[in-house]
């Protein structure tokens, strides 16, 4: 039997009737266990330079609220004194399907809307009725090789929808102002080294290409109708929320299953890929700054360093004790522990249509115009999510369930 499910940014929880093959990650059935995941997940940001709170009184819709970034963008406007509403898709297990957020439901500040950026008609509904200071739009469809598939449902989610945003903004709250997640995928096949504000776009898969369109109109409507309507070019950024299935979760997630002996090896793609990786909490910060203002613009936001996905695999194996030796090259690398086990061998199947071989932002304007710069390196970034990974199988053995297995 083969069962059609729709992505979700949290999928090892939302599809919790469906019963999985005992080889798939079995999920934890009771509410205990579901909230002492959600404990370890949504542990209180911890690093990044913030600044000082000011009680704003002021009201935010976010969507993609569910997802990594958005959890821990509401901790921050609920910490700043927002009023905020979360847009959410319906799903028939609300319950069991909004892990990074749950802690977040008993806050008298915190709404949650149901509404989708496919349809126009729930984000108008959303933005008449809540009446929003400011627009965070970071819903999206956001896993690349997804948007091979999917290529219609990412141009429409994740094009199109902030078009949708823009345009009930403008019917039912001009005051507003906007954010649109950018992405540095939008380079793509990168014209320069390091990418800035200025560098032109050259995406490379359906995603990337959705994500153009929905910086430009985003421009265009800042042009059109003077709106505040800004882009934050956000190069990758990962924390213990990151879902399983991007390389960093999947690399730290599968360690910490090596470690308790739960796999024996990594299955991977193409480790010769380079990426700027920032933590998802500095970064939110930064989409909040973008909005305070007085004329809005688009700003790269990155470490401006970037390292191999490679390097990212030895540095997390490094954590759990197996020191990597690499060997081979392409869809023959792997790599051995101080014992000769392996540890990581490579399966075609993740290589991409067309890669994105290197990314490396300049965060030069976002530091000169709203004196943000990241406060989390990258040797911190993969010992806090190795740490987490590691907590949340001990936390499954403890309490005899099946920690969870990265999706692909
Ligand atoms: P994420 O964890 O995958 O979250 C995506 C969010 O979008 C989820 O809340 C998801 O809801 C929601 N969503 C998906 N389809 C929707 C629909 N049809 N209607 C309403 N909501 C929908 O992504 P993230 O890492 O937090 O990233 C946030 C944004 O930044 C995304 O736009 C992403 O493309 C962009 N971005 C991310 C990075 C990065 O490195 N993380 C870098 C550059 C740009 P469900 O829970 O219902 O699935
Ligand atoms: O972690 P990834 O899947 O992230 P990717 O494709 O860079 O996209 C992320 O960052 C973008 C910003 O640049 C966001 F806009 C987007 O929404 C998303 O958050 O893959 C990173 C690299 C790729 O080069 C990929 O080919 O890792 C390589 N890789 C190698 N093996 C793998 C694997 N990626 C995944 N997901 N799984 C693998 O087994």
Redesign the pocket.
Known sequence: MIGMARRFSTPFTCTAVVPQPSTCFEIHSSLENLLLFAQVLTRPIQKGRYLPQVMSGKTAMVTGITGQDGSYLAELLLDKGYEVYGLVRRVSQPTSGRSLINHLLTNEKFHLVNGDLADQNSIDNAVAQSQPDEFYNLG?M????ESWRSPMMTADITGLGALRCLEAIRKHAPHCRFYQ?????QYGKVRDVPQTEATPFHPR?P??CA?VFAFEITRNYRESYDMFACTGI?????SPR??L??????VTMTAARIAKGFDECL?????D????WGFAGDYVEMQWRMLQQDTPGDYVVATGRTHS?RDMITLAFSHVGMNLVWSGEGVDTIATDQDGTIRVRT?PK???PA???L?IGDPALAEKELGWVPGTSFEELVQMMVDSDVAIVEEAVKGGYAPPI?P?
Do not use: M, Q
């Open positions: 999206a956001s896993f690349v090789p997640a950018g992405s540095s995928e898969s995603y990337g994500k956000l190069f990758n950024h990962e990151r879902g299935e991007f390389v960093t979760r999947k299955w991977i793609g193409n480790v890929a380079k990426r700027d996905v399966n993740f290589f991409r890669e994105v071989d990314l990265p692909e």
